[in-house]
């Protein structure tokens, strides 16, 4: 596991070079559940009302939810994410390789 971990309620989210985004308890490491992606997970995930927000080198932006991993929604850029999240207001900020800063609504 290579990104920076989110702690939420008991609960670590960590993106990972295998291509998926892991939810594991924080009280023993066991997994909780995963999710795949089409690329590497760099950058760390960020958890706001109930929804982890994850991206990832195949240029996508995944929300994510928390209880389960469920695929909430996921919104492609123009190239590889490697910057984490940023979530204010209802809105979710990434930034992607392909030069641009995206605002995506929660």
């Keep these: 596991m290579n990104s920076l971990p989110a702690v ?9 070079d295998d291509h998926h985004v892991y939810a594991l308890q924080a009280s023993n490491g066991a997994e909780l559940w995963k999710h795949p992606t089409g690329g590497m997970v760099r950058s760390g995930p960020v958890v706001a009302g109930g929804v982890v927000y994850a991206a990832s080198l ?15 929604w996921e ?5 590889p994410v490697t910057s984490r999240p940023a979530v204010a207001n209802g809105v979710v900020y990434v930034g992607s390789e392909d030069g641009n800063v995206y605002a995506v609504q929660a």
């Design 8 to 16: 939420d309620g008991g609960v670590v989210y960590v993106g990972s």
């Design 75 to 79: 919104f492609r850029t123009g190239g």
């Design 58 to 72: 195949d240029s996508n932006l995944y929300a994510l939810r928390a209880s389960d991993g469920a695929r909430l």
